[in-house]
């Protein structure tokens, strides 16, 4: 079974400032990561994953990710948010096998950009 | 117009009535997914389908059942709703045949049970 974990629900930072949101994971199979954003009273859209290759992902709207397989984890990074950039981000894995395309997903984190 | 849509976007329903969520989607893919959103819980599967013959339970399909009428329609029904089941809803398309694939998602159905 896999799980994932992100370590904050709620991270304040103001407009300009390099911002991180944490994702752990659990699996004991190999995983495919994701994260997606969710911007208010939308749907989820991709944001950038990780298949294989590269461990650093990069994304849409200037995020980028880093896989690190020893602490099995998959934070997001952005070096300069915007206010625009305020929304709930929501990491995600899927297991290499099955092949069901099922994603399990993180409790979310609200970045919230303030001026 | 999205290329997945919802309806209805709203619903406020009384404990023990019966609801469907409906689905449709122009992407022309096989794959739908019915996921629940709870605050602090991230988002769960309910159902999920490869295609109209093909339909399967996800974590936490008691309370729910589904019906994919075609290609591009895929219901969610609650027989009797109960207070528990306030949620918001999202259906989800994919055309990837393995896992590493993306979701599309619609715009979601708040669901509130008195």
């Known amino acids: 079974a896999q799980s994932v974990t992100q370590l904050d629900s709620q991270v304040p930072v103001f407009e300009e400032a390099p911002v991180e949101l944490r994702c752990n994971y659990s699996?004991?199979?190999?995983?495919?990561l994701f994260w997606y954003v969710q911007y208010p009273n939308q749907g989820l859209q991709l944001l950038l994953k990780?298949?294989?290759?590269?461990?650093l992902v990069k994304g849409i709207n200037g995020f980028e990710a880093e896989f690190n397989k020893s602490q099995t984890s998959f934070h997001l990074r952005k070096p300069s948010v915007h206010i625009s950039d305020t929304a709930e981000y929501f990491c995600?894995?899927?297991?290499?096998?099955?092949?069901?395309?099922?994603?399990?997903f993180g409790q979310g984190t609200t970045l919230q950009v303030k001026p | 117009d999205a290329d997945v849509t919802q309806t209805p976007r709203n619903r406020i329903t009384k404990t023990g009535k019966r609801i469907m969520l409906e689905c449709s989607q122009t992407k022309g893919h096989d794959r739908m997914y019915w996921y629940r959103q709870d605050p602090g819980l991230g988002l769960q599967l309910i159902y999920y389908?490869?295609?109209?013959?093909?339909?399967n339970k996800g974590e936490i399909s008691d309370g729910y059942s589904v019906s994919r009428q075609a290609q591009a329609k895929f219901s969610l029904s609650l027989e009797s709703a109960i207070p528990n089941q306030t949620a918001l809803y999202f259906c989800?398309?994919?055309?990837?045949?393995?896992?590493?694939?993306?979701?599309?998602f619609g715009e979601g159905s708040r669901l509130t049970v008195l």
């Open positions: 990780y298949l294989s290759g590269s461990t």
């Open positions: 995600a894995v899927s297991p290499y096998s099955g092949n069901t395309g099922k994603l399990i």
């Open positions: 699996s004991s199979v190999s995983v495919y």
């Open positions: 989800a398309t994919s055309d990837s045949e393995g896992p590493g694939g993306e979701l599309f």
């Open positions: 389908s490869f295609d109209v013959k093909d339909i």
